[in-house]
C-alpha cells in the first residue's frame, strides 16, 4: 500500500491567501463571537485583493479597511516576506523576500456592517447545505490523523527556517506499507532558495535539516523506520534553481488547499473550505465536530480507525444526517450502531461553538483537535 501526503507552507500564494483570511476572521471574532465573516483573497506580485462581507458589533463597526490593510502586512511579515538579517557562520547578510510587507497594493472590496439583531438571533442557524467529514486512526503517536498526513504536516512545520530559504514550499511524501511495516519510497521537496547557494548547498543544507527532523520526530518509536532516509529517496527542487517564489512566482487564492487541509487524498473531503469563514459556519465548526466525534469514538470503543458524516440543510440548528464508520485496517466498513452517538442536540452550531470555545477561536484546524 502505498501512502501519499502533501505538505503547503504558509508563504505558499494559496496558503498565503488562507493565512491572510483566517487572520481577519481571528481578530472580527475576537470582538464578536457572533461575527458573520465570508472572506475570499488573492495575491499575485505585490497585489493582494480581499473581499466578502464582515457583519459583526451593536454599536460600531468592529473592523475598516485600514485595519484589513494591517492584517495583511502583518501576515506577510510574520510568514517570512520582506528583509529578514541573518546571522551565518563567518558572515551577517539579508534574505530578501519580495515582495515587501511595506510594498503592498491592498485592494480592499470588503462589505463591512455592524451585525443586526435580526441576524445575529439567526446565526444559531445553517445559512447553508453541506456535507462535513472527519476521520480519526487509533494511533495517539501519530494525534489519531492518518501516519502520512502526520508525517507530512511535521516536516512542514518544522522545515521553515530563513537561513536555509524564502517561505515558500511545499512537500510530498510516499511511504510503502508492506504487512505493517513502514518505509520510505520518496520524499520530495520544492523550496525556494537563497539566490546565494549553489544547489550542493541548497541539498546539504535541506538533507542535514530533514536528517534532524525525521530523527527527533521517530527515533526509537514505532515508527523508527521512518528516521532515516538515505539520498536515493530524497528529491530536492526537481525542476532546477526555485529563486523567484511566492506571488511573484505564481498566483494564488484562498480555499485551494482542501486535502491539506483536512486528512490528504486518501480519505474523502467534505464540501467546504474552513479558512476565510467565522465558526458559525458549518463548514468550519461541522468539520471540528465531525474529527472530534471520529477522535472520541477511536478512543472510547478500540476501533482501528473512524470515518464519520455530517451534513446539513439551510434553516437547521443540527445536521439532518449523522453518521459514524469503522474502517478497520484492510479498508472495510462497518457502520457504528446510531446508539453509540451523541444526540443531535450535540451537534447543533451553538452547542459546537459553546463547547469547543470556537469564539476565541482556540481550534483553527482539524490537527487541533486530539
Request: proline fraction near 2%.
Given at each position: 500500500m502505498i501512502l501519499l501526503a502533501e505538505y503547503v507552507s504558509s508563504?505558499?500564494?494559496?496558503?498565503?491567501?488562507?493565512?491572510?483570511?483566517?487572520?481577519?476572521?481571528?481578530?472580527?471574532?475576537?470582538?464578536?463571537k457572533d461575527a458573520l465573516c465570508e472572506l475570499e483573497c488573492s495575491v499575485y506580485n505585490n497585489k493582494v485583493y480581499v473581499n466578502g462581507r464582515i457583519a459583526a458589533g451593536k454599536d460600531e463597526k468592529i473592523i475598516n479597511e485600514e485595519k484589513i490593510k494591517e492584517i495583511v502586512r502583518n501576515v506577510y511579515n510574520e510568514v517570512g516576506y520582506g528583509k529578514k538579517p541573518l546571522k551565518l557562520p563567518f558572515y551577517f547578510r539579508y534574505l530578501l523576500c519580495h515582495p515587501f510587507p511595506e510594498e503592498l497594493d491592498i485592494i480592499s472590496n470588503v462589505r463591512i456592517e455592524k451585525l443586526s439583531d435580526d441576524e445575529?438571533?439567526?446565526?444559531?442557524?445553517?445559512?447553508?447545505?453541506?456535507?462535513?467529514?472527519?476521520?480519526?486512526?487509533?494511533y495517539p503517536l501519530t494525534d489519531y490523523l492518518p501516519i502520512e498526513h502526520f508525517i507530512a504536516l511535521k516536516i512542514g512545520e518544522r522545515l521553515k527556517d530563513p537561513k536555509i530559504g524564502g517561505p515558500d514550499y511545499k512537500i510530498l511524501i510516499q511511504i510503502e506499507k508492506e504487512n505493517g511495516n513502514l518505509c520510505w519510497r520518496r520524499l520530495t521537496i520544492s523550496i525556494?532558495?537563497?539566490?546565494?547557494?549553489?544547489?550542493?548547498?541548497?541539498?546539504?543544507?535541506?538533507?542535514?535539516?530533514?536528517?534532524?527532523?525525521?530523527?527527533?520526530?521517530f527515533s526509537g518509536?514505532?515508527?523508527?523506520?521512518?528516521?532515516?532516509?538515505?539520498?536515493?529517496h530524497f528529491y530536492l527542487n526537481g525542476a532546477g534553481d526555485f529563486i523567484q517564489g511566492g506571488p511573484?512566482?505564481?498566483?494564488?487564492?484562498?480555499?485551494?488547499?482542501?486535502?491539506?487541509?483536512?486528512?490528504g487524498p486518501s480519505i474523502p473531503i467534505g464540501g467546504g473550505a474552513i479558512y476565510g469563514k467565522d465558526p458559525h459556519?458549518?463548514?468550519?465548526?461541522?468539520?471540528?465536530?465531525?474529527?472530534?466525534?471520529?477522535?472520541?469514538?477511536?478512543?472510547?470503543?478500540?476501533?482501528?480507525?473512524?470515518?464519520?458524516?455530517?451534513?446539513?440543510?439551510?434553516g437547521e440548528q443540527s445536521p439532518y444526517i449523522i453518521e459514524a464508520y469503522e474502517i478497520d485496517e484492510f479498508g472495510t466498513k462497518f457502520k457504528i450502531d446510531d446508539s453509540l452517538l451523541p444526540p443531535r442536540d450535540f451537534f447543533s452550531i451553538e452547542c459546537i461553538n459553546n463547547d469547543m470555545n470556537l469564539g476565541e477561536r482556540k481550534i483553527t484546524s482539524i490537527k487541533d483537535i486530539k
Open positions: 508563504g505558499q500564494p494559496d496558503r498565503l491567501c488562507d493565512v491572510i483570511v483566517d487572520n481577519i476572521v481571528n481578530y472580527v471574532v475576537s470582538k464578536d445575529r438571533a439567526l446565526r444559531q442557524y445553517s445559512d447553508d447545505l453541506n456535507i462535513v467529514n472527519g476521520y480519526a486512526l487509533n525556494q532558495q537563497i539566490d546565494t547557494f549553489t544547489y550542493k548547498d541548497l541539498y546539504q543544507q535541506v538533507k542535514r535539516k530533514i536528517d534532524y527532523i525525521l530523527r527527533n520526530l518509536t514505532l515508527l523508527n523506520s521512518l528516521s532515516t532516509i538515505d539520498r536515493d511573484e512566482g505564481d498566483n494564488g487564492l484562498s480555499g485551494k488547499k482542501l486535502c491539506v487541509d483536512f486528512y459556519k458549518v463548514d468550519v465548526c461541522g468539520a471540528f465536530r465531525a474529527r472530534e466525534l471520529a477522535v472520541n469514538l477511536v478512543k472510547k470503543y478500540g476501533y482501528y480507525s473512524v470515518f464519520t458524516t455530517l451534513a446539513w440543510s439551510p
